[in-house]
């Protein structure tokens, strides 16, 4: 192991979000437009490269990895590259494996996954009515995920389901949707919609569903306990008293949660974001293609980039213009 990896604010980086590919068999409207471009396969990192990259952050201190995408189980052989983790899981340098997901391959890839040493899986699910499903994703089929959910839960896999908050599309699912996670077992986490990427006319200020506004209604069923937990995330959590089921809510746009953040993001084309709502970056392509067989200057340059982790991001609402927008999707950083 080298020196652990700490940031201009005194965080510890022990987080890495890793995406493995940009493609996505849904075409969700917040988050890619109907006609994306895609990059050219050698703009990727192979699963070789992956493994190499992964490791070193392993070796500089990381203990959670989260493969993201794009959807992560598009990408061909990924589960190649998910068994070579399992060597960081068994030696005990790597504490936790994980991914979000739409779900739509688990059908295919659950027990594998638990296999490998997956404990748990973020769905992303908006809506339980079929034809919204097929409206908001473009691409996607409730049933195909469903029976994803179903195989993952019967793998093993804890659940937890990510929901995008919007406005005039999913409020009036609030309660079904806490409901269907309590007869499921499984955790809830509601999003607020951010300005990523140019998707078209989608206008995100329209679909802007507040989650203090979200948690108001909430109120007005359950009483509400504010939990301590924190995961170095966005996340903050509440319990429900009267079911006892944990919900969380991700609120880049009305609470400032960097001050603890403790993660990185790596795209699949081996850049390092250092802040989801920022352009800093760094290339760690060219640092590890250029060297192969040598680390040193890969992890050179990861030591670099960590210098330039901002304080934190700009995103804002409040005057009622999209402020502070980056320009990327949401798929290229994974989210
Ligand atoms: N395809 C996988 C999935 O959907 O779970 C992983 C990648 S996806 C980019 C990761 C997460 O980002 C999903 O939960 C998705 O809902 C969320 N997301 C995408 N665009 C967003 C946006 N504009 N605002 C907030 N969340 C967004
Ligand atoms: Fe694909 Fe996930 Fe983006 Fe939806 S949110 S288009 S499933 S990458």
Not at 11 to 18: E, F, N, Q
Not at 191 to 204: F, H, T
Request: charged residues 30%; proline residues 4%; aromatic residues 8%.
């Amino acid at each position: 192991m080298t020196a652990p990896l700490i940031d201009p604010f005194q965080r510890a980086i022990s987080y890495l979000r890793v995406s493995v590919t940009d493609r996505c068999d849904f075409r969700c409207v917040y988050c890619m437009s109907e006609n994306m471009t895609f990059l050219p396969k050698k703009e990727l990192l192979t699963l070789e490269e992956l493994d190499r990259m992964c490791s070193t952050f392993v070796r500089m201190g990381v203990e959670k990895l989260r493969i993201t995408g794009g959807e992560p189980l598009v990408r061909k052989g990924i589960m190649t590259f998910f068994n070579a983790m399992t060597r960081h899981l068994d030696s005990g340098d790597l504490k936790e494996l994980t991914l979000t997901t739409n779900g739509s391959q688990l059908e295919r890839f659950a027990d594998d996954l638990y296999a490998a040493g997956v404990r748990r899986v973020n769905i992303s699910l908006d809506t339980l009515d079929e034809k919204k499903f097929a409206d908001i994703t473009r691409w996607g089929r409730l049933p195909q995920v469903i029976r994803g959910i179903d195989a993952a839960q019967r793998a093993g896999l804890r659940v937890k389901i990510n929901t995008v908050a919007l406005k005039g599309f999913n409020e009036n699912e609030l309660f079904a949707l806490v409901d269907w996670c309590k007869s499921r077992d499984m955790d809830l986490t509601f999003i607020e919609v951010m300005p990523m990427g140019d998707i078209g006319n989608e206008d995100r200020l329209d679909q802007y569903w507040k989650l203090s506004d979200l948690r108001k209604d909430l109120a007005q069923r359950y009483t509400l306990t504010e939990l301590s937990e924190r995961t170095g995330g966005p996340a903050r959590y509440v319990r429900l008293e009267e079911t006892g089921q944990k919900i969380g809510f991700i609120t880049p746009l009305t609470h400032n949660f960097c001050e603890s953040c403790n993660r990185v993001r790596l795209t699949c084309t081996g850049e390092l974001y250092l802040c989801l709502g920022q352009e800093d970056m760094a290339d760690l392509r060219a640092p590890l293609r250029n060297n192969p067989g040598d680390d040193a200057p890969l992890e050179a340059a990861i030591r670099q980039a960590i210098t330039l982790k901002p304080e934190g991001h700009d995103f804002d609402y409040s005057r009622q213009t999209v402020d502070g927008r980056v320009s990327r999707h949401m798929s290229h950083t994974g989210g």
